[in-house]
């Protein structure tokens, strides 16, 4: 069963590890969202659906046929991301509290950690950094030219062939592409949330503003929230249009039938107190990590949108 950060962070007697996880959860909205599975070993092997399994209607003392679900077995490994927060000794002693000092070395480490899942969970390419994991651009693959494309192996499409502007009409071809049901989330870029609302207002409506799950309010299209994110670039490319491109992904989370977060251990604050080689104490924080997609159909990425 997948938990949200949000609830471990309850759950968490140490008050150092509530407040990293916490900061963690201020500083990405994908966390916010993100199921965390906690795996036993360095990973884990899973069955990904492709093919659902069918029922048929039969006649009285017809024959019948199996129908299996097909699926494909996925292996995901756990990544190590951590980093050091080191307080220098003198300041620790001649500031006026001691507590906020540490408190914010740890936070803005906390923060690093961050945004570097949230860059790997959607630019992760073990091909170019096997320290880290694969992430939805990887794990799409090309874009095809037509959302009709979409197949189990093949969950990104374009706009155009060479990119082209944003409708409304491939927003919601792209979330009708999610199934079952809609998508959890949508992430784009800023530019990209500004182009669509400028698509909602030429058409005569707005896009809502609504309180999500989390008591924060949030735009959404469709009732469904719309997030940015830093790490979605405008600089993608489609085609022949270099460097001028972005990407929505509309994504499902859920252990078992969506994306979902792997770890072991949780969110680690360990204090390795006073160093040799210089005069400072170190927190040292660490996430044994990893992400898994049990359904290849709970998320899609719509490639090559151009501003102009």
Known sequence: MGFLLADAAKL?????????IETMITESALLKYLPFLTVSGS?????????????????????????????????AALKILGGDADVDAFLQQTYSNRNDIQALVVQNKAKALAYAFTAAFFNGDTATDPNQ?????????????????LDATHRAWATAPNGGLLT??????????????????????????????ALRRNSGTLLEVSVDGFGS???????????????????????????ICSSIYAVKFGYGVGVCGLQNG???????????????????????????????????????????
């Open 133 to 149: 994991f694969d992430g939805l651009t990887v794990l799409a693959g090309p874009p095809v030219v037509s959302v009709g494309g």
């Open 43 to 75: 990973g884990v092997t899973y069955n990904q659906e492709q093919v659902p399994a069918s029922a048929e209607w039969h006649a009285v003392n017809g024959g019948w046929t199996s129908s299996e679900l097909t699926v494909v077995q996925q292996t």
């Open 168 to 197: 409304l009409d491939q927003i919601d071809a792209t979330i009708d592409a999610v199934r079952p049901g809609k998508p959890d989330v949508l992430f784009m870029s800023k530019r990209t949330r500004r182009r669509l609302s």
């Open 266 to 308: 949780g969110i680690q604050a360990i204090p390795v107190g006073p160093l040799e080689s210089k005069d400072a104490l170190r927190t040292r924080l660490k996430w044994y990590c990893g992400l898994a997609v049990f359904r290849p159909i709970a998320f899609v990425r719509l490639a090559g949108i151009k501003d102009s």
């Open 217 to 243: 309010r949030a735009v959404m299209y469709d009732g469904i929230p719309v997030e940015t994110d830093e790490n979605l670039s405008d600089s993608e490319t489609q085609g022949s249009s270099a460097g």
């Open 12 to 20: 968490s007697q140490n008050l150092l590890v509530r407040g990293v």
